[in-house]
T-cell receptor, first 113, second 115 residues
Framework: KAGVTQTPRYLIKTRGQQVTLSCSPI?????VSWYQQTPGQGLQFLFE???????NKGNFPGRFSGRQFSNSRSEMNVSTLELGDSALYLC????????????FGPGTRLTVL | EDKVVQSPLSLVVHEGDTVTLNCSYE??????LLWYKQEKKAPTFLFML????IEKKSGRLSSILDKKELSSILNITATQTGDSAIYLC???????????????FGKGTKLSVIP
């Protein structure tokens, strides 16, 4: 089975711009979670989607949003980028979410200049 | 507020040594504890421990969950340079109303194995 894929792998943007990241889960997995990883804060939960519905959201500002499509692929969007948004963005998928192991994609490295 | 604390933050050992990494947690609605290994990019899954599976072993790696002490250890025996990585502990909690499942991560332990 193919693993979790994320595109693009690297992205450079300037402050004030917006960005969209994409995640394709493992085939058959319906839950997708997004995480932000920075050296100072470690891995922090952004949100989780299941069957096109956001079920849970972490403590991030409203500039961070996401959605999930009927084929379980998910996108996250960050508007009005700030320097502090520079991070590795990871998505993870599970079959249903509850007590399932989360498998991570390779991540998108976002740099904001 | 949920907390996952790992110790030590970094560790340097020689090849062949045995290491023990620690993870303690304070999480409501605990469902599982997971260990991941992160070398360059994506964390790769090692073990998941739950109330029904408190001990796991795979090759030179093993892990135990102590639900009474709210902690877990990850043991690596006969370490190799390929074990050099950041080891992440994550605790899964369920939101029964929403049916959601969220992982809270510790900051990780950076293990360096020198020849």
């Amino acid at each position: 089975k193919a693993g979790v894929t994320q595109t693009p792998r690297y992205l450079i943007k300037t402050r004030g711009q917006q960005v969209t990241l994409s995640c394709s889960p493992i085939s058959g997995h319906r839950s997708v979670s997004w995480y932000q990883q920075t050296p100072g804060q470690g891995l922090q939960f952004l949100f989780e989607y299941f069957s096109e519905t956001q079920r849970n959201k972490g403590n991030f500002p409203g500039r961070f949003s996401g959605r999930q499509f009927s084929n379980s692929r998910s996108e996250m969007n960050v508007s009005t980028l700030e320097l502090g948004d520079s991070a590795l963005y990871l998505c993870a998928s599970t079959q249903r979410g509850i007590t399932d192991t989360q498998y991570f994609g390779p991540g998108t490295r976002l740099t904001v200049l | 507020e949920d907390k996952v604390v790992q110790s030590p933050l970094s560790l340097v050992v020689h090849e062949g040594d045995t290491v023990t990494l620690n993870c303690s947690y304070e999480v409501t609605n605990f469902r599982s504890l997971l260990w991941y290994k992160q070398e360059k990019k994506a964390p790769t899954f090692l073990f998941m421990l739950t109330s029904s599976g408190i001990e796991k072993k795979s090759g030179r790696l093993s892990s135990i969950l102590d639900k009474k002490e709210l902690s877990s250890i990850l043991n690596i025996t006969a370490t190799q340079t390929g074990d050099s990585a950041i080891y992440l502990c994550a605790v899964g909690k369920a939101y029964s109303g929403a049916g959601s499942y969220q992982l809270t991560f510790g900051k990780g332990t950076k293990l360096s194995v020198i020849p």
